[in-house]
């Protein structure tokens, strides 16, 4: 039986070794102590030394080839002895080179990612690694370990806490206050129409000396680019004018509790702002000429009245449509609007539901805003801004008595509106609105 | 109970150990018959004789690596370094012999040595002669290192050490030689890897070692009494052994944690210990854990700056507020 | 081996072959020297292969060629004598005894090794046979050399510390501590210097000023050369000194003059810095074993067949203890972190608290 000769480990740290040339040929004789080939190794070239005698029968690796340390090189034994080339053994040497190889594609893959800055526009995924980075501020709550410990304990909700340590951390002691002064929960976001609840500013914010927010340019969203690009185009385009009608709201606010107080057993609840989008149908079935759009052909007429109304939503503003708005009862209104309003804040409304409006009225009454003029939402002709009620003195039958007054105004497209039809049309919304019965014919 | 210095509280118990135990021996430089430069060794070649208390050269390597070399056939050498500073000049017998001869030899052989001598800054004696090297040192599996802050500790802690059957380093202060405290007059011992409260508090705790652990006792003085805050003042005394119970039992109560050292930063003895806080304390923390140590530059000359460059009671206390925020 | 001519006996070295004490050795005394040196060489020609096929990792520095001096010097040990050495230090630890089987195992990283897996090839030690180790530092075990001779000169014992170091050592700065130490207290310890001419590949000439041992005159030690390949002159030298030290205390420096027919370490070439001639001349002329195996057989102490049958025991004892190696378990992971401490290895001893591992 041949000894075969395997490449040997002729340093601490070689692997490989390369075979430069035989001293020995086949068919010679060797002995113990004979040196049978140069092996060139990572730290220098080495001999390879004989550890048998007999005749060297077979070489397996040529001279100049790179051989993995235990992978065969020769064969010794009896002249004369038949030697069959042996399968290559793959020794851990050669497989750690080849996870090694493995491993470097990988690594120069990263190398290559790297380099790239934040997502480019068209790769739409960003790197879930990255997007903490790119979450700006809002979202963490900075509180300490200990003090997260004890809210777990305690059951207290830590995100209503106000936090007095470095940086607004919530500490011990703001957790332990909270336990004795339960703080109020956060008021949800306003509903269109609702009471939306008043913000609240901490006197704390007063000695926080952190910054406001965080520094930088956020990317603008879809919605934000509609929104300023029609904007732009509406208040650049558009020749706007603006009529102002204050309007005694005291019986509108009667009618609605009375209606309300009735409802209010369904769980239904009319808002003052149902019942002006009613009375704007209604407004324009009577001075039709607002309820038209400028065309570059000529003003076109709308034969059905579709009144939207403008809801605040998270990073943005849209304004559902209710159709055939006059034709509904209030009731309907206020269904379809609280419906819209919920599934607009969601973003769940379909494209149909906020397009195909032929007037807007947009409400600021439930922020405290007294009145304001709003843009115009093209191609519509005109747009209603509504104001807050208003407890003020008024002159009744030259008396002065305490009044409830709510402020409207009516910005016009002047190519399609004039300032006397604008005026007709605020004329008739005013007896509507003060006059709330006929809203519910 | 007797007052005595830190100084002759390390004295009495080189002095008993010699008496108790034959194969103890003091090496150093100028410990014999100069008295000990510090004046650590003064009257013991006297009452020894110099088979006990040994003059060496200025050959640290030399003689430490001859101290470990018979410690394997049992003598216990005490091998004084005049300053701790001069380690690095034999920090191969130091570092690779006594610290592993154990190890290479699968348990065969242990070096029941002792190194002492001042570690510290503050003398303005400049950057190569004020090195506090506990941090590199127990850095290294087999070996112990303690540092004692008191005279009561010093004295209980070194007999400790010499009766200790593996390598001890311990780590003494020119500037605590002069301090005075209680010493009883008996035999006592403090056993390695305990620390000590050396005063109780509710609001913070502070971690240090050392002369360190004074300048915290005078900061949390003035914190009591001008700020109305309680603090806890733990004094680690071993480094390696470590008790890092005694720690966390403190950050339990208190919840807040300023370690105070006369390191410089990277990789420093806090290093090691804030790692460990917020590994097994981490819900107990109400604040980040701090750090007090030397400005990270090398050891100033310029005596006033010294000062500020090293821990001092305003610098904890500085620190401490800010961790109290 | 492989050339078998023996330079004929010159006059200097008869005068050691009947020097008091070699010619005190008795016949079995004398084949014994001649069987460890064989023994040396057969396990480091056992080990080199073994570490061609991967067995051994890390270093292997042989002591090929340099078997008369560690058998010469440790053969005179008496029970208050101790020894300590570099890195070479198989040859050591087969001359006080230690049995191949920890040795080689502790090669190939097992927990049988003698020192259980953990110190490796530069690292035997025996201390029940006063043999300390095995030292990877250069030069660094020349202080705790020193620390053997001041032990036994503390204990007041009778007895000498051979602290044995290579020709690259002598410019360590460790080294001329020592000596000063040595020398300034009397300690009884023999420097010797194991000359083989290269400290790795830098030879003698281009790494030492002056002569090696000479350097003791500048300490007031005293300093000796030899030959290292004949093993009786190797005896002769160094008893006349270590008499001298047991009696007196008085320490010296001896430079033995040997020589390796391996690289510094296996992964040395061995073809930067001298020639295959060089080699080939050394083993032709002054081959410890043959040299020895050539008066032995003067002396009508050694047979061919004697020869034959001790070559063979201790190439079968070898390939026996790579067997046992083999087949022997490895240190646990638990292991590692044992024997770093006595106080951990003796908890019921224990006086410490507190953490001593930080993991």
Known sequence: MADIIEMPKLSDTMTVGTLVKWLKKEGDTVANGDMLA????????????????????????????????GAPLCAIGEKGEKVE?????????????????????????????????????????????????EAVTSGRVKISPLAKKLAAEKGIDYSNVKGTGPGGRIIRADILAAEKNPPAPKAAPAAGGGKPSKPTWPWRSAFDKSPIQAEGTAALSNMRAVIAKRLVESKTQIPHFYLEIEVDAAPLNALREQLNAGLGNDGVRVSVNDLILKASALALRAVPAVNCSWTDSGIKAHANTHVSFAVAIEDGLITPVIKDTDKKSVFDISNEAKDMAKRAKAKKLAPAEFTGGTFCVSNLGMMGIERFCAIINPP?????????????????????????????????????????????????????????????? | MPIITYREAVRHALAEEIERDENVVLLGEEVGQFNGSYKVSEGLLEKYGPKRIVDTPISEAGFIGMGIGASMLGIRPVMELMFWSFYSVAFDQILNNAANVRYMSGGLINCPIVIRGPANGGTNVGATHSHTPENVLANHPGVKVVVPATPYDAKGLLKSAIRDNDPVFFLENTLLYGEKGEVPDGEYLIPLGKADVKREGTDLTIVTYGRSVLHSLKAAEILEKEHEVSVEVVDLRSIRPLDIDTVLASVAKTHRVLIVEEQKPFCSVATQIAYMIQNEAFDELDAPIKRLSTIDAPAIYSPPIEIEQLPNPQRVLKAALEVLA | MSK????KPKAKEADFASAAVNKELSKEQKIELFRTMMRIRRFEERSLRAYQAKKIGGFLHLYIGQEAVAVGCCSLMGKND????????????????????????????????????????????????????????????????????????YKGLKGAAMAFMGDGAVNQGAVHEAYNLAALWQLPVIFVIENNGYSMGTSQSRSSAGELAKRAEGYNMAWDKCDGHDIYEVRATMDKYLKIARETSAPAVIEIRTYRYRGHS????????????????????????????????????????????????????????????????????????RDVYWETDNPSKRTSAGRLFFD
């Not at chain 1, 190519?415 to 609105?433: I, M, P, S, T, Y």
């Not at chain 3, 078998?4 to 330079?7: I, K, R, V, Y």
């Not at chain 3, 992964?267 to 020639?275: Q, S």
């Open chain 3, 4 to 7: 078998t001519t023996n330079a």
């Open chain 1, 85 to 133: 080339a042996p399968a290559k053994k793959s020794s851990p040497a050669a497989e750690e080179k080849k996870e090694e190889k493995k491993e470097e594609p990988k690594a120069e893959e990263k190398k290559a990612e790297a380099p790239k800055p934040a997502p480019q526009p068209e790769k739409p995924t960003a790197k879930p690694a990255e997007a903490p980075k």
């Open chain 1, 38 to 69: 140069e092996v060139e190794t990572d730290k220098a070239t080495m001999e390879l030394e004989c550890f048998f005698d007999g005749t060297l029968l077979k070489i397996f690796a040529e001279a100049g080839a790179q051989v993995e340390i």
């Open chain 1, 380 to 441: 519509n002709a005109a747009i209603l801004a509504v104001g807050t009620t208003v407890k003020k003195p008024v002159v009744v039958k030259d008396q002065i008595v305490i009044g409830e007054r709510m402020a409207l105004t009516l910005s016009c497209d002047h190519r399609v509106v004039d300032g006397a039809v604008g005026a007709q049309f605020l004329n008739a919304l005013k007896a509507h609105l003060e006059t709330p019965a006929l809203l519910l014919l």
């Open chain 3, 266 to 337: 296996v992964a040395d070439p061995d073809n930067t810095y001298r020639t295959k001639d060089e080699i080939e001349e050394y083993r032709r002329t002054k081959d410890p074993l043959q040299h020895f195996q050539g008066r032995l057989l003067e002396e009508k102490v050694l047979t061919e067949d004697l020869i034959k049958e001790i070559d063979q025991a201790a190439r079968n004892e070898a390939e026996a203890s790579v067997e046992f190696a083999e087949a022997s378990p490895w240190p646990t992971i638990e292991d590692i972190q």
């Open chain 3, 82 to 153: 101790h020894v300590i050495t570099a890195y070479r230090d198989h040859g050591h630890a087969i001359a006080v005894g230690m049995g191949m089987n920890e040795q080689m195992a502790e090669l190939f990283g097992k927990a049988t090794g003698c020192s259980k897996g953990k110190g490796g090839s530069m690292h035997f030690f025996a201390p029940d046979r006063n043999y300390w180790g095995g030292h990877g530092i250069v030069g660094g075990q020349i202080p705790l050399g020193t620390g053997l001779a001041y032990a036994i000169k």
